[in-house]
């Protein structure tokens, strides 16, 4: 079974701060995704990548940024946390190919609190 | 532009009854489908997919859909709900590029 594990469960961080999510997964998946999800709003795509060291703006981009040094590993990064970035944070993978082909594998989301 | 709806937020059926989850989706081309649930602390797992041939696909967990191109509808459906069904449900089409757009999600709520 795909595994994508999401270092975190529940993180708490001031306003401000700089923020790192980490996402790891364990099936050579060429893509990786970053999400949030929000009461009322589903998820919505911050940051989405093909390959390492490549990454593509999703729909919210802005007041975040991803890296991907290795292929098994996304990260997401909140330059200046700030209380609107108050969410949980999902984070998926999937093969190359079709979306249909390559579905998303989901970790078991960060809740991010910033105070 | 791309787009899904779960027209409700909530849903609170008895265990044992039948069970459906509206989704409305547009796309301007032939879409790829897909119902996901998500259980309470839990990321979400794909329940079934579709993109052509037969209009009725069946999903893990006893769980099926039917594609109706005329609505733009993707319909979830469950014969007999169990307890453990309690879950948020969300709806989702894959376009060019493997992107994915989802649904606001719809909320079950099973009674005994």
């Known amino acids: 079974d795909v595994k994508v594990t999401q270092s975190s469960r529940y993180l708490v961080k001031r306003t401000g701060e700089k923020v790192f999510l980490e996402c790891v997964q364990d099936?050579?998946?060429?893509?990786m995704f970053w999400y949030r999800q929000d009461p009322g709003l589903g998820l919505r795509l911050i940051y989405f990548s093909y390959d390492v060291k490549m990454k593509e703006k999703g729909d919210i981009p802005e007041g975040y940024s991803v890296s991907r040094e290795k292929k098994e590993r996304f990260s997401l990064i909140l330059e200046s946390a700030s209380t609107n970035q108050t969410s949980m944070y999902l984070c998926?993978?999937?093969?190359?190919?079709?979306?249909?082909?390559?579905?998303?594998?989901f970790g078991n989301g960060t809740r991010l609190t910033v105070t | 532009a791309q787009s899904v709806t779960q027209p409700d937020i909530h849903i609170t059926v008895s265990e044992g009854a039948s069970l459906e989850l509206r989704c409305n989706y547009s796309y301007g081309a032939t879409p790829y489908l897909f119902w996901y649930v998500q259980s309470p602390g839990q990321g979400l797992q794909l329940l079934l997919k579709?993109?052509?041939?037969?209009?009725l696909v069946q999903g893990i967990k006893g769980f099926e859909a039917e594609f109706k191109r005329s609505q733009s509808s993707f319909n979830l459906r469950k014969p007999s709900v169990h307890w453990s069904d309690a879950a948020e449900y969300f709806c989702a089409v894959g376009v060019a590029g493997n992107q994915f757009y989802f649904g606001t999600g719809t909320s079950l709520t099973v009674i005994p």
């Open positions: 998926a993978s999937s093969p190359a190919g079709t979306s249909y082909n390559s579905p998303l594998h």
């Open positions: 099936m050579d998946h060429e893509n």
């Open positions: 579709y993109f052509s041939g037969d209009t």
